[in-house]
């Protein structure tokens, strides 16, 4: 299993442009969360958008190295490590899960934004588990 993890030392060597495409659903959705924390993509629904959002964090994440909210090289090194995702398969693939999965969480963040979307979906497991339990009860 590759561990696409924003920090880690070799997430930039591993990045290829296949990388995406030859994850499992579960690594995919894994390293989407991670990249997630950096960068809002509420409302970009487009593989377009979404390498718009990330280039604007590499921006953002830049500046704050420059100007002193971060130590420099931990900001250059995640503005590095964000800027290798521009162009691969990451667009198109979060854009493919997010419609073939309606309440996965990636659907969810590219519609609500991360917060909303983990509150949608914690609601989503809430009705659930409480549907769940009925039937188990032998209630309606």
């Given amino acids: 299993m590759i561990r696409l993890v924003i920090g880690e030392p070799h997430f930039a060597r591993r990045m290829r442009s296949d990388t995406f495409e030859l994850m499992t659903d579960r690594e995919f959705h894994q390293a989407f969360v991670r990249i997630s924390y950096y960068v809002d993509f509420k409302g970009a629904m487009t593989p377009q958008r979404i390498d718009e959002r990330i280039a604007e964090e590499v921006r953002t994440i830049r500046y704050f190295g420059e100007q002193g909210y971060w130590k420099p090289k931990t900001a250059e090194a995640k503005a590095n490590e964000l800027e290798k995702i521009i162009g691969t398969a990451f667009a ?31 609601e989503l497991t809430r009705r659930l588990r409480e549907m769940l339990k009925r039937r188990r009860k032998g209630g309606s």
Avoid: E, Y
């Avoid at 979060?94 to 917060?115: M, V, Y």
């Fill in 92 to 122: 198109p693939r979060a854009i493919a899960t997010a419609r073939r999965h309606p309440n996965d969480f990636i659907n969810l963040d590219l519609n609500f934004g991360r917060s909303k979307a983990i509150d949608v979906q914690m």
